[in-house]
């Protein structure tokens, strides 16, 4: 190539490619920082809608510090009111059963995966999986016990799904092994 075509080829790439010392972060700006008013509250408020009998259970015998012959099928079924108030230190309490409430810390392994412990002494551990989650309202967690034993529960925004979407989550559940006669829908 002769130094004329040498010569314009350059200029073209110049000009066809920008320039070739570096990014212009001036050019790319968009706008200084402003309020933006329109972000998303933060959860703080949990509830479950429905969870397997044995997780039931175990949350009732935790909570209320009572031993499993002293509560009765009926309080834990009808009286339970269960859910859990997120505190912005990283834990949460877990509240329902008459007033009751204690207090539990959640590690995440990775993003579908935690530890759930309680914040002080002994109780209702587990390490739990999101498998499902309608990325709105409900989060489908089964459950793997300290004691080795499965379980599962849902963690809704709301304290009622439609019935629709309970249709989800059991066969969600029964696919994964569950069965269906320790469904309890709260």
Not at 16 to 43: K, V, Y
Not at 50 to 67: C, F, H, N, P, Q
């Amino acid at each position: 190539m002769g130094l004329p075509k040498l010569i314009l080829a350059s200029i073209a790439t110049q000009f066809l490619c920008g320039n070739t010392n570096g990014i212009d972060m001036e050019i790319a700006r968009e706008q200084p920082c402003f309020w933006i008013g329109n972000i998303i509250d933060p959860i703080d408020t949990l509830h479950y809608p429905a969870m397997s009998k044995m997780e039931l259970y175990r949350a009732a015998v935790d909570i209320t510090g009572e031993d499993p012959e002293n509560i009765s099928e009926d309080s834990v079924h009808n009286n339970s009111c269960f859910y859990w108030k997120i505190h912005r230190n990283g834990t949460m309490r877990g509240r329902g059963f008459g007033g009751e409430s204690r207090e539990f810390k959640a590690t995440f392994d990775r993003p579908n995966k935690f530890d759930f412990r309680p914040a002080e002494g002994e109780g209702y551990s587990e390490t739990a999986y999101v498998t499902i989650t309608d990325n709105s309202t409900f989060v489908f967690i089964p459950i793997c016990t300290d004691e080795g034993e499965m379980d599962w529960a849902v963690t809704s925004t709301v304290a009622r799904l439609p019935e629709r979407t309970m249709n989800q989550i059991y066969e969600h559940a029964k696919s994964l092994g569950f069965k269906k006669q320790y469904f309890v829908k709260l």
